[in-house]
């Protein structure tokens, strides 16, 4: 609809652009110091380990753990399957269940598929309508053969955020281990998974300013001392649980990401709530438009809402030259299908397919925030002033007890 050919980014749940910083520390791992961080017998390769090193530090300050704890991989998808395929593994003589959410992102629901498929036995908890799940629930599903209760921190679409601390309690009460994808979580929000009981945990670069294709899996070592059987073998880098000559270049940005997070994520989540919820305000004046998932314990950078009787993909057509955002239907990479996480949370398939998820970041600006808001604005009235169904529902007409006719 727009002549205008600006480009606004409100897509950085599915990833963030690098940050200058981090590529600027990154460059001369490519051409200066190409070194194999593995290379005991020359200066190439002892540089490159020096900086593995750093990074990995960086990476364990940033979670408040020990550099030892932290198996560098290739993002969070390995990460996910290394925790729980290495848990499964190792754990086998102790039980062969484990716990998990219908939410998750599919890294981890795959892999407990998987999981089932080797003659695992998963229990996926449901959620509430805000998407939390509930404790007695989860405590009510542990037996003397469950082995590890995987749970998100954040979630991807909603940014929705657990009660950690209470999941962590359940696991210490009962001796099981606990992982959590915190994909989306870590760099944006304080994340300190010994504090929070957990000792498994997975992160990726990408969604916190750094490069893609490098991750983690932080494994803890004492009390308990957690250990996953490797998923990749070969020249038993990373302490033997994840073979492969390391990215470092890679590794270097991820290393320099975290250091920028931990410097300045109080400040870019305060800058951003604000901003978040202006957008917010803006977008729910519009009539009929509902939040999805618990306000109250949210991420700050994201919202997710539904324009009911407005289609989201044909809304993302009015403004998509212009703006970046997801649609209730984008996760499962090309298809429509509603998302499983909204119609977890009980939506039906309307809502769910109405939804847009906004999530901002640090390069995000005051002005595109109130440029996308109009943009979108205009596209719900747009598309509804074409809907007949908008129109019935004006006119007071109650769309659940139509019969529609087949021909
Ligand atoms: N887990 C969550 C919650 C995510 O949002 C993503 C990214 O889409 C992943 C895992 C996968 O991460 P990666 O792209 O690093 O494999």
Redesign the pocket.
């Known amino acids: 609809m727009s002549q205008d050919n600006r480009l606004i980014y409100l897509d950085n749940?599915?990833?963030t652009p690098c940050d200058p910083r981090v590529v600027d520390a990154m460059v001369p791992f490519f051409t200066q110091y190409p070194g194999n961080a593995a290379s005991r017998s020359h200066p190439f390769g002892w540089k490159a380990e020096e900086a593995v090193d750093y990074a990995r530090e960086q990476v364990a300050n940033l979670i408040n753990v020990d550099s030892k704890e932290i198996i560098f991989t290739?993002?969070?998808?390995?990460?996910?399957n290394l925790a729980l395929k290495g848990v499964f593994e190792m754990y086998s003589r102790k039980g062969n269940h484990i716990i998990t959410v219908e939410t998750?992102?599919k890294?981890?629901l795959d892999a407990c598929d998987k999981i089932e498929k080797m003659g695992g036995e998963v229990t996926y908890l449901k959620v509430k309508e805000n998407g939390l799940i509930d404790l007695q629930e989860l405590e009510a599903a542990i037996t003397d053969k469950t082995i590890l209760i995987s749970v998100?921190y954040?979630?991807?679409e909603t940014g929705v955020i657990q009660p950690m601390k209470e999941i962590g309690k359940i696991c210490e009460k009962h001796g099981v281990l606990f992982f959590s994808?915190a994909?989306?979580a870590v760099g944006k929000i304080p994340v300190d998974p010994k504090e929070t009981g957990i000792h498994l945990m997975?992160f990726?670069?990408?969604?916190m300013y750094g490069p893609?294709?490098v991750?983690a899996l932080f494994v803890n070592r004492k009390k308990p001392r957690v250990k996953v059987t490797s998923q990749l073998d070969g020249g038993g880098h990373e302490r033997g649980m994840r073979s492969g000559t390391l990215n470092v270049p890679g590794i270097v940005g991820f290393g320099k990401a975290a250091e920028i997070a931990k410097k300045e994520m109080e400040k870019d989540a305060a800058r951003l709530s604000k901003l978040r919820d202006r957008l917010e305000q803006k977008l729910t004046d519009i009539e009929e438009t509902v939040i999805n998932g618990a306000v109250e314990s949210r991420m700050p950078h994201v919202t997710n809402i539904s324009f009911k009787h407005v289609e989201g993909e044909g809304l993302m057509m009015t403004f998509n030259q212009n703006i970046a955002v997801s649609s209730g239907s984008a996760?499962t990479s090309a298809s429509l299908e509603p998302s499983y996480v909204l119609k977890a949370m009980g939506l039906g398939d309307d809502l769910a397919h109405s939804s847009l998820r906004l999530s901002l970041g640090r390069f995000t600006k005051e002005e595109d925030v109130d440029w996308a808001a109009d943009a979108i604005a205009k596209g719900v009235h747009h598309m509804r002033d074409l809907s007949p169904i908008w129109e019935m529902y004006k006119e007071g007409v109650d769309l659940e007890s139509v019969e529609w006719s087949e021909h």
């Open positions: 749940n599915s990833t290739s993002g969070a998808t390995e990460a996910d998750e992102h890294a981890v998100m954040a979630n991807n994808d994909v989306q997975a990726t670069a990408h969604k893609k294709g991750g996760c």
